[in-house]
């Protein structure tokens, strides 16, 4: 087992780095200095390759090449210390259910058992959509196997959570239950992006925002809930859990607070600087008896490690997120001192000089 002197020192592998909550990590660790990072994703024909421009990282990979090295030489990755596995199909609508389980359980298992052996830190993304349908005590402590996903994506994270519970592994890695993240560098991921992002472009093109009706009598219309989170809270803690020496198994990634979509939307009104205009739509009747209508995650477990920073208001993140981003059109490492998070000494120093160019 490395020590956590050496694991500073040595090379960080994150996996789906080109990807939201990836790029974003990626983002905060060059604020904090480090550079000497591995990525790699599936850049495919899309534009999430752009998120990679600001950013400071040694290599690339792509994600079958990584796989092939994992299994075939894995001694090129003596000099990674720490696994930062982000990389997944996270469309919860997707309906290739053997597609899923390649990627999101085949994959993570893979990269795993070989940290595992290594004695190498392993965090990974599983998701609050593990929960299923509950809507209350969304704990960490609850037995993996008796929660009840209600997708085919929230199965195929739910199933390496029961795996690494049954084999012992997850009291030697930290998976992190992502709930409702929003922010920059979603720009990429079609109907999976946020609320926020949704509302900021209907606002734009129809001067309104659709929210669903409630079917529920005693929640009226817009106050269903989420546990909304801002990306630069969750990759925060996503780093924090790394650094923790003791942090081991599940943890929640989320804000601690119920907010409705209400809240947000009127929030993204006022960062915008224009009257609200909401209105409620029908919900699709295939949509109406699997719709969670509370989630809000319980982060004792992330507090009890030791983790201090304030965690962003609803209305302060999506502030940041608007003005700083959505506003101008930049993404991470492109804002500079806008969004009112500065970029550290090093970072402006050194700019993208540290880039390597993704091989061919």
Not at 228 to 240: L, N, R
Request: glycine share 10%.
């Amino acid at each position: 087992m490395l020590t956590h002197r050496e694991r500073r020192n040595m090379r960080i592998l994150v996996t789906g780095g080109a990807g939201f909550i990836g790029s974003a990590l990626v983002w905060e660790l060059n604020r904090r200095g480090f550079d000497d990072i591995l990525i790699a994703d599936r850049l495919g024909t899309g534009e999430k390759w752009r998120h990679l421009v600001p950013l400071r990282f040694r290599d690339y990979l792509e994600a079958d090449e990584l796989a092939r090295i994992v299994s075939e030489t894995p001694g090129k990755l003596d000099e990674v210390s720490t696994i930062f596995h982000l990389g997944a199909c996270s469309s919860t609508t997707e309906t290739d259910a053997s597609y899923l389980i390649r990627n999101n359980f085949g994959y993570t298992k893979m990269l795993a058992e070989w940290a595992v052996a290594k004695g190498r830190r392993f965090l990974y993304a599983s998701s609050g959509a593990t929960y299923g349908g509950r809507e209350h005590g969304l704990r960490e402590d609850l037995e993996p196997s008796e929660l009840r996903p209600l997708n085919k994506y929230g199965f195929s994270k739910h199933i390496f959570d029961v795996y690494a519970a049954r084999t012992g592994m997850l009291d030697r890695i930290v998976g992190l239950k992502y709930f409702n993240v929003y922010g920059p560098n979603e720009d990429h991921k079609g109907d999976m992006r946020s609320v926020v992002h949704k509302a900021y472009e209907s606002i734009v093109r129809d001067g309104w925002v659709g929210l669903f009706k409630s079917y529920r009598p005693q929640i009226a219309d817009g106050q269903q809930t989420r546990d909304f989170i801002y990306v630069k809270d969750a990759v925060a803690m996503t780093v924090h859990l790394a650094d923790a020496p003791k942090a081991r198994g599940l943890f929640n990634i989320g804000s601690g607070q119920a907010r409705s979509w209400l809240d947000l939307a009127n929030a993204v009104f006022a960062a915008m600087g224009r009257k609200p205009d909401i209105r409620f739509i029908d919900m699709p009747e295939t949509l109406r008896g699997r719709y969670q209508y509370a989630t809000q995650a319980t982060i004792d477990k992330l507090i009890a490690t030791g983790y201090e920073r304030p965690i962003t208001s609803l209305e302060a993140g999506i502030a940041d997120y608007v003005r700083g981003y959505l506003i101008p059109g930049v993404g991470l490492g492109d804002e500079g001192e806008i969004a009112g998070t500065p970029l550290s000494p090093r970072a402006k120093s050194r700019g993208s000089e540290a880039v390597a160019l993704p091989r061919g």
